[in-house]
């Protein structure tokens, strides 16, 4: 497919890795706006003449299909002051990629809904700190549902998307990403199940309590899993929570895959042949995946697509704005103003380079390949840094499903790319901990 939009954007492109990873990290909206503000000249998602058919097409099996994404990091903006995730926004103004009027818009019907808490000392203090933000983030949640009743229903298992799709409302799972916020104090993976979460990542940036980092500069600390990442596998079996290996070592993965009795997920992970990057996952890995019944869900974050150039100095006025801040996880709705007119000055003065749909496109069909349509889906990362040429936000979504079908994929294809495969796990997880249930009872008597 061409890329229409090339002329269009000068957008946003990564802080290195290494500023992701110091212990100074504000919470994933401040990530988002550094990696990720977009500035337009006229209207995005546009097609080249000869595409508009398959465009047409897409819209129309959008509306009667389930559209989920795996990782949608819009939470960390509902904690801005006056911000409605119910009102449209243009990322030209506040920045952001996603809200109700925008999935809409897209053909988005829902998605998981990501509780991210950045990694931070492995202190009690830091601890307690991140885990008192994950409650923060997943209450936030729960009052944005409760507050867009009209708009959007709260889903608990694989069975309540189709009921809240039927209503035309979006569906709101609940994830978590970095289980740093669990610490070493497993008990809370039952609180978070209570609050609604379904599906939980354990590992970020860097190494944790739990396991290793794909992409800690560090290096390896556990070689895979720790004691207690190992213990949480056997608690999120329990409880019917889907194990997300995204971010985590090739270690890690292989152990997920070897340990739990319910397949795993990779939420928001490219492919390594097509771009080698630690953060993607190997065919190898991809297949094996499969083979336990899992499904790896492509991202659009440029920086695990594709190499894209460096620029100094805006690396070097980022880092000048991340040594001002405390980089705690409770920056006021003024500092967050502050920092976002910051941001805006450096984007406009060194816009970033981003990669384009075509790139992101290679990731998909390549991954398709290797483990066929039953295994793939989408995980944008959107307000996380997600986001390419041509795909900058929730009003996009409906070009993946055109590329697909110029590629020659059909209506019962997309249907489970969409949501199918990734319901599909949930349904795996939810069975196995009803069995844990029944063998118990059974047991008893």
Same mark, same amino acid.
């Given at each position: 497919?061409?890329?229409?939009?090339? *002329?269009?954007?000068?957008?946003?492109?990564?802080?290195?890795?290494?500023?992701?990873?110091?212990?100074?990290?504000?919470?994933?909206?401040?990530?988002?706006?550094?990696?990720?503000?977009?500035? +337009?000249?006229?209207?995005?998602?546009?097609?080249? =003449?000869?595409?508009?058919?398959?465009?047409?097409?897409?819209?129309?099996?959008?509306?009667?299909?389930?559209?989920?994404?795996?990782?949608?990091?819009?939470?960390?903006?509902?904690?801005?002051?006056?911000?409605?995730?119910?009102? %449209?926004?243009?990322?030209?103004?506040?920045?952001? =990629?996603?809200?109700?009027?925008?999935?809409? #818009?897209?053909?988005?019907?829902?998605?998981?809904?990501?509780? &991210?808490?950045?990694?931070?000392?492995?202190?009690?203090?830091?601890?307690?700190?991140?885990?008192?933000?994950?409650? =923060?983030?997943?209450?936030?949640?729960?009052?944005?549902?409760?507050?867009?009743?009209?708009?959007?229903?709260?889903?608990?298992?694989?069975?309540?998307?189709?009921?809240?799709?039927?209503?035309?409302?979006?569906?709101?799972?609940?994830?978590?990403?970095?289980?740093?916020?669990?610490?070493?104090?497993?008990?809370? +993976?039952?609180?978070?199940?209570?609050?609604?979460?379904?599906?939980?990542?354990?590992?970020?940036?860097?190494?944790?309590?739990?396991?290793?980092?794909?992409?800690?500069?560090?290096?390896? #600390?556990?070689?895979? @899993?720790?004691?207690?990442?190992?213990?949480?596998?056997?608690?999120?079996?329990?409880? !019917?929570?889907?194990?997300?290996?995204?971010?985590?070592?090739?270690?890690?993965?292989?152990?997920?895959?070897?340990?739990?009795?319910?397949?795993?997920?990779?939420?928001?992970?490219?492919?390594?042949?097509?771009?080698?990057?630690?953060?993607?996952?190997?065919?190898?890995?991809?297949?094996?995946? *499969?083979?336990? !019944?899992?499904?790896? =869900? +492509?991202?659009?974050?440029?920086?695990?697509?594709?190499?894209?150039?460096?620029?100094?100095? %805006?690396?070097?006025?980022?880092?000048?704005?991340?040594?001002?801040?405390?980089? %705690?996880?409770?920056?006021?709705? #003024?500092?967050?103003?502050?920092?976002?007119?910051?941001?805006?000055?450096?984007?406009?003065?060194?816009?970033?380079?981003?990669?384009?749909?075509?790139?992101?496109?290679?990731?998909?069909?390549?991954?398709?390949?290797?483990?066929?349509?039953?295994?793939?889906?989408?995980?944008?990362?959107?307000?996380?840094? !997600?986001?390419?040429?041509?795909?900058?936000?929730?009003?996009? &979504?409906?070009?993946?499903?055109?590329? @697909?079908?110029?590629?020659? &994929?059909?209506?019962?294809?997309?249907?489970?790319?969409?949501?199918?495969?990734?319901?599909?796990?949930?349904?795996? *997880? #939810?069975?196995?901990?009803?069995?844990?249930?029944?063998?118990?009872?059974?047991?008893?008597?």
């Amino acid at each position: 497919m061409q890329d229409a939009t090339t *002329a269009h954007m000068k957008t946003r492109n990564k802080l290195s890795l290494a500023l992701d990873i110091i212990y100074m990290n504000p919470p994933r909206l401040i990530n988002a706006l550094i990696l990720g503000v977009f500035f +337009v000249t006229s209207s995005i998602c546009s097609f080249a =003449q000869s595409d508009e058919d398959y465009a047409a097409k897409a819209h129309e099996i959008h509306t009667h299909i389930i559209a989920l994404d795996t990782h949608l990091d819009a939470p960390g903006n509902l904690l801005r002051a006056g911000w409605d995730i119910g009102q %449209r926004h243009d990322y030209r103004d506040d920045f952001t =990629q996603l809200d109700f009027p925008r999935m809409r #818009e897209g053909g988005l019907t829902g998605g998981f809904f990501a509780i &991210y808490t950045p990694q931070g000392p492995r202190t009690p203090e830091g601890l307690a700190h991140s885990r008192d933000y994950a409650l =923060q983030l997943a209450l936030a949640i729960r009052m944005m549902v409760a507050s867009h009743s009209d708009q959007c229903t709260l889903a608990l298992n694989s069975a309540d998307a189709s009921k809240i799709a039927a209503t035309g409302k979006r569906i709101v799972y609940m994830s978590i990403e970095n289980g740093y916020s669990l610490g070493k104090d497993l008990t809370l +993976v039952k609180t978070f199940y209570n609050l609604g979460v379904r599906v939980i990542g354990f590992v970020h940036f860097a190494n944790n309590d739990l396991g290793d980092s794909a992409s800690d500069l560090k290096g390896p #600390e556990w070689h895979g @899993l720790s004691p207690e990442g190992k213990a949480l596998i056997t608690e999120c079996n329990r409880l !019917g929570i889907v194990i997300d290996a995204s971010h985590s070592s090739d270690d890690v993965f292989h152990q997920m895959l070897e340990l739990s009795k319910t397949p795993i997920i990779l939420t928001h992970t490219s492919s390594r042949a097509v771009y080698n990057h630690p953060r993607n996952a190997t065919d190898k890995m991809m297949k094996e995946l *499969a083979n336990h !019944g899992g499904v790896i =869900q +492509v991202n659009s974050y440029s920086t695990y697509l594709a190499s894209l150039p460096e620029s100094t100095e %805006r690396n070097k006025a980022l880092a000048q704005i991340y040594s001002k801040l405390s980089g %705690r996880m409770d920056m006021t709705p #003024e500092q967050r103003t502050v920092l976002m007119q910051k941001m805006a000055e450096i984007n406009h003065k060194y816009p970033a380079p981003m990669t384009t749909f075509d790139i992101f496109m290679k990731h998909v069909l390549h991954t398709i390949e290797v483990v066929g349509i039953d295994h793939v889906g989408i995980g944008l990362d959107l307000d996380g840094g !997600g986001g390419v040429k041509g795909l900058e936000d929730a009003t996009c &979504y409906y070009k993946i499903t055109a590329a @697909l079908l110029k590629a020659g &994929y059909s209506e019962e294809d997309l249907k489970k790319f969409w949501g199918g495969n990734s319901l599909r796990v949930m349904k795996a *997880a #939810e069975n196995y901990a009803a069995s844990l249930k029944v063998a118990s009872t059974s047991s008893n008597h």
